[in-house]
């Protein structure tokens, strides 16, 4: 795939954020990383180029979850980040269970919980040793602004940059 697909597949709203543990979160509740660039490294003002330091790291995921559903189609990964901030979300839940009549059922599901909390929790930890390294495999971007315009040039594009002045 080419840059120029590349971008225009970014556009397409999928869910884009900065944060490597929600990612990792993410990645663990099946929401994939895009297949054409699961990730970008942009250098700017803020965080300028420095061999071996990233810029403005972005992870790209699918817009929803393939692994949960609500019952009527999938979870949104939007939905499971406002969930990762939330600090009601297991109050919620365990008024939830305790609504269940059946003490059986009710105790499998609270002893069966926290495993599978863990289990989630191994997954996030192992996501996030493994997208902590995806900056480095990809080409970076420099953001630039000339006037009152603004624009991506890949760091590479060593030919374009010397023309317009800018590795001065």
């Given at each position: 795939?080419?840059?120029?697909e590349?971008?225009?597949d970014l556009?397409?709203?999928?869910?884009?954020?900065?944060s490597?543990?929600?990612?990792a979160s993410l990645?663990?509740?099946?929401?994939?990383?895009l297949?054409?660039?699961?990730?970008?490294?942009?250098?700017?003002?803020?965080?300028?180029?420095?061999?071996?330091r990233?810029?403005?790291?972005?992870y790209?995921?699918?817009?929803t979850?393939?692994t949960?559903?609500?019952?009527?189609g999938?979870?949104?990964?939007?939905?499971?980040?406002?969930?990762?901030a939330?600090t009601?979300?297991?109050?919620?839940?365990?008024?939830?269970?305790?609504?269940?009549?059946d003490?059986s059922?009710?105790?499998r599901?609270?002893?069966?919980?926290p495993?599978a909390?863990m289990?989630?929790?191994?997954?996030?930890m192992?996501?996030?040793?493994?997208?902590r390294?995806?900056?480095r495999?990809?080409?970076?971007w420099?953001?630039?602004k000339?006037?009152?315009?603004?624009f991506?040039?890949?760091?590479?594009?060593?030919?374009?940059?010397?023309?317009?002045g800018?590795n001065?």
């Amino acid at each position: 795939m080419n840059k120029a697909e590349n971008l225009k597949d970014l556009k397409k709203g999928h869910y884009i954020t900065a944060s490597t543990d929600l990612a990792a979160s993410l990645m663990a509740c099946g929401c994939k990383p895009l297949e054409s660039g699961a990730c970008t490294n942009t250098y700017t003002d803020n965080k300028p180029y420095r061999t071996g330091r990233p810029g403005e790291v972005r992870y790209h995921l699918e817009k929803t979850s393939s692994t949960f559903n609500d019952g009527e189609g999938y979870i949104f990964t939007e939905d499971l980040a406002v969930a990762f901030a939330s600090t009601d979300a297991n109050e919620i839940l365990d008024d939830l269970i305790g609504k269940i009549e059946d003490p059986s059922l009710r105790s499998r599901i609270k002893k069966q919980l926290p495993l599978a909390i863990m289990s989630h929790h191994r997954a996030a930890m192992g996501n996030r040793s493994i997208i902590r390294k995806w900056w480095r495999k990809i080409e970076p971007w420099i953001l630039m602004k000339r006037n009152n315009k603004t624009f991506l040039l890949p760091r590479s594009a060593k030919k374009t940059a010397k023309e317009w002045g800018l590795n001065e």
